[in-house]
């Protein structure tokens, strides 16, 4: 039997004890609901023009951000610096229609392409190849280039090779760009559309899509049978698909001379990017949830939207 004194100091250890426990989860509990839903913090990654041409300068309150229709907060911050640009190039039985295409647009990145960012260089025909991992030495890339011997494969996996690329720089940090020049069109893959589709939803990877072929889409053009048009107008709306998920954008030259211009156009309209940061509340379900941004500026007392590109949504 306890005595009086051992009974009191039974009682003082329970009372301090269930104290304790109620501190506890009054700390989780305040946790859980000042911090997101499930803990991600996001980045995404904003193109605003106007009549074409790309506008800066804007701020946090020319900005609204919408996930599954939901108004979400956010702040503007820096995109992060040094970028993650990777370079994927179609090097199959196609070559030989496009090797010019591929010349002119190596020789605009090594002229537009600025220092300071991480570059990669992977080319693909059945199989993918990194040719040269990331690196800050731009030449490396264009020496490699000029090693590659004649393309070794009469396929086109062009699904394969984007899925793998998205997978591989999805682990990067920062800011990850991948620009993928080719036809577009895919002979052999084991990956689908369907498989393309969900990973870039999932990779918070920007990605620019070139079409290569140009005198398919300019000189030859008129001469281009039914069925050659039906292949290229689905190759095309693949690398359109690519682009406008991602919140990138599609370059389809109908002149060689043009690729360096579209290289130019790229740089460009990476540094003239916003990054919006925000903590998402999509739950983890693996169904996709859409984002959407809108960009305007009010000027006596009228609002004026802007064309914004983004990504579409996220895959978790």
Request: glycine share 8%; proline share 4%.
């Amino acid at each position: 039997m306890l005595s009086t004194q051992q009974s009191q100091d039974r009682i003082k250890v329970i009372v301090v004890t269930t104290a304790l426990a109620l501190a506890a989860a009054v700390f989780y509990w305040t946790a859980l609901d000042a911090a997101p839903a499930n803990g991600r913090q996001l980045s995404l990654y904003v193109t605003v023009e106007k009549d074409g041409d790309l506008v800066t300068g804007l701020r946090d309150a020319n900005f609204r951000l919408y996930e599954d229709e939901r108004s979400r907060s956010f702040h503007l911050d820096q995109p992060e610096s040094p970028a993650s640009i990777a370079l994927l190039l179609e090097y199959g039985p196609n070559y030989g229609l496009f090797h010019s295409d591929l010349d002119a647009l190596m020789q605009g990145f090594m002229d537009k392409a600025p220092d300071g960012n991480w570059y990669g260089l992977a080319t693909f025909s059945h199989d993918l190849a990194v040719d040269v991992d990331f690196t800050k030495e731009r030449a490396r890339l264009s020496q490699a280039y000029a090693q590659l011997g004649p393309p070794g494969w009469n396929e086109s996996d062009t699904f394969d090779a984007v899925y793998s690329m998205l997978d591989k720089m999805s682990r990067l940090p920062g800011r990850r760009v991948l620009i993928v020049a080719g036809s577009g069109i895919d002979t052999f893959s084991g990956h689908t559309l369907d498989d393309v589709e969900k990973k870039l939803e999932s990779a918070n990877v920007i990605v620019y899509t070139i079409g290569l072929g140009s005198m398919l889409r300019g000189e030859y053009e008129p001469y281009l049978g039914q069925d050659a048009r039906i292949t290229l107008l689905q190759a095309e709306a693949f690398l359109k698909m690519l682009a406008t998920d991602s919140g990138g954008e599609a370059w389809l030259p109908n002149l060689e001379g043009a690729y360096p211009d579209v290289i130019n156009g790229i740089m460009q309209d990476l540094a003239s990017q916003y990054r919006i940061v925000y903590d998402s509340q999509a739950p983890a379900d693996g169904k996709l949830h859409k984002v959407k941004v809108e960009a305007f500026q009010v000027v006596n007392d009228k609002r004026s939207d802007f064309k914004v590109r983004v990504r579409n949504g996220w895959r978790f």
